[in-house]
C-alpha cells in the first residue's frame, strides 16, 4: 500500500483529500500546525472505513484502529528541523510517501497592499511557499530512489488571475505555480510527477469572514453560478495523483472563473 502525505489536513479541503485517497487505497499521513482535535477526529474517521487492496498492510509501529492505515502528524511547515522530522515520523510508521500533497495554506483579510506589512508577507509565504518547497525537498530523495512519485500543490485561482486586495496571498500562489512548473521539469526523469490544482471560490475557515452578500456575489460571477466544494478539489488531486503521463500543470477547478 502506497502512502500520501497532506498537509493541512485539519482543514475542509485537506481533510476531503485525505477521504479521497484513503478511498484509493493509500495510508494517509494527516499534518496539521495546531489543530490537533480534528486531525484526530479524521484519522479516527479514516481508521472505521472498509480496508481495500491489502487489508493485511501492517503500518509500522500502529497507526490505525483497524481499517485504513492513518497517522496524525505535527509540525509547523517553516522550519525545516520541524519538517524532517515529521517525515522521519511519516516513514518509520507509513512507509515512504509516495503521493505529497501541499494543501497547508493561508491568507490574510481582505486589504490594500500598502496596508500590509512585511510581517504579513513573511507569514503568508512561510507556509504557502517555504513550507510546500521544504516539505517537498524532504521527500524528493527517496522518490528519487524508487523512480516515482506524485506532487500536488494547491495553488488558487488568484494564483493565476491575482486577486484586487489579495496582493499577498495572489503573489504567493502565483509562486506555487511557477515553482510546480520548474519542479516537474527538473523530476521528470526520475519519472516523479508535479501539478498543481487551483482552487476558486471553496467556503472554508480561510474565507469565512466574509458577508454572505460578498459570498453571493462571487457564486453568481462564477461561470458554474456555484461555489466550490472540498469534494471538487478533492477529487481534481485524487485524479492528478494518479495521471502518470500528467505532470507541470496547473488545474482549474474555479467554475469557470479563471477563464
Do not use: W
Not at 130 to 150: D, E, F, H, K, T
Not at 171 to 193: D, Y
Not at 206 to 229: F, K, Y
Request: charged share 15%; with cysteine.
Amino acid at each position: 500500500m502506497k502512502t500520501a502525505l497532506i498537509t493541512g489536513a485539519s482543514g475542509a479541503i485537506g481533510a476531503e483529500t485525505g477521504r479521497a485517497l484513503a478511498r484509493a487505497g493509500y495510508a494517509i499521513a494527516l499534518h496539521y500546525h495546531k489543530n490537533k482535535e480534528t486531525a484526530e477526529d479524521l484519522m479516527r474517521e479514516l481508521g472505521a472505513l472498509p480496508p481495500v487492496g491489502n487489508a493485511d498492510f501492517p503500518p509500522r509501529g500502529g497507526g490505525h484502529n483497524g481499517g485504513r492505515p492513518a497517522l496524525c502528524v505535527q509540525a509547523n511547515l517553516a522550519d525545516g528541523a520541524e519538517v524532517a522530522r515529521m517525515i522521519a515520523t511519516v516513514e518509520e510508521r507509513l512507509g515512504t510517501v509516495s503521493v505529497l500533497v501541499n494543501n497547508a495554506g493561508v491568507a490574510l483579510p481582505q486589504a490594500l497592499f500598502t496596508d500590509c506589512d512585511a510581517a504579513d508577507y513573511d507569514r503568508v509565504f512561510d507556509v504557502n511557499v517555504r513550507g510546500a518547497m521544504l516539505v517537498s525537498r524532504a521527500v524528493i530523495p527517496a522518490m528519487v530512489r524508487r523512480g516515482q512519485g506524485a506532487i500536488v500543490n494547491i495553488s488558487s485561482v488568484f494564483g493565476v488571475t491575482g486577486g484586487s486586495c489579495e496582493v499577498i496571498y495572489s503573489a504567493s500562489k502565483a509562486a506555487v505555480i511557477g515553482f510546480t512548473k520548474a519542479l516537474a521539469k527538473e523530476l521528470a526523469p526520475a519519472g516523479i510527477t508535479v501539478n498543481c490544482v487551483a482552487p476558486g471560490f471553496v467556503p472554508s475557515a480561510m474565507n469565512a469572514h466574509l458577508a454572505s452578500e460578498d459570498v453571493e456575489t462571487i457564486r453568481l460571477e462564477t461561470p458554474l453560478q456555484r461555489l466550490g466544494t472540498p469534494a471538487d478539489i478533492a477529487q481534481a488531486v485524487a485524479y492528478l495523483a494518479r495521471a502518470p503521463f500528467v505532470t507541470g500543470q496547473v488545474l482549474g477547478v474555479d467554475g469557470g472563473a479563471g477563464i
